[in-house]
């Protein structure tokens, strides 16, 4: 048998207006909007709102969350966050200047990505100026200074920082001795230096520069020290 009668006491004003000591804690209060019971352990008693109890769980992005609602049975609801495996597999290195790692699905294991120093050089903005050349094979950037070889055409023309081995025939070149030489040219602002060493260790040099409003090749001069055996 029942050892306590719950009552539904309803047309309440004021739900904070009213005494907790006028009814049994297992009443049932209702303002007509929203339900209430008397609550009490020890000290503290309430009237506890049911009506704003949550009733539906929900998700609105179904690709991430979904939500099954047992309200009618248990009085429940059970998340399910998605995850999927697969996604580190679709990692991929398109030029190689990285290497990827991937875990195994379903396991602890992390995908590991680092880079690649064979390749990281091959990187568009690794860009070169003042004679530096850049020459890159496979897996392997070479940088250095710009050479040519068995140049046979018109020193004149060579205005960028460069080493040079003109052959004999070579246009505007200086006095060749019994050999050939290396030419070295430097380029400053609009300033363009050259200097002729040949096999027999004589030196020449000439600058190119603005002279009379247009840019023009002095005569070359033989710098060569004269030998304190001499």
Known sequence: MAKKIVRGITDVKTINNQDFDTNNVNDLL???QYN?????????????????NIKTLSSDNTDLL???????????ATLHPKHDAQKE?????????????HGTSGTPEKTTVDT????????????TINGISKTTMENVTTIGLKTIDNYSGDLNELT???LVRPTNNAVNLPFVGNGEGILTVVKIADTVSQQYHNIDNIVFTRVRTYWNGALRWSEWTCVT??????
């Open 116 to 127: 690649n120093p064979k390749k990281v050089l091959e990187h568009e903005n690794l860009l």
């Open 89 to 101: 597999q679709v990692l991929e290195s398109t030029r190689n200047t990285v290497t990827i790692q």
């Open 160 to 162: 960028e920082t460069c």
């Open 66 to 76: 979904t939500v099954t609602n047992n309200n009618k049975t248990t009085n429940t």
């Open 36 to 52: 209430y019971i008397h609550r009490k352990k020890g000290k503290n008693e309430e009237y506890h709102n049911l009506t704003d």
């Open 30 to 32: 209702s303002d007509g």
């Open 225 to 230: 020290p004269v030998s304190p055996s001499e």
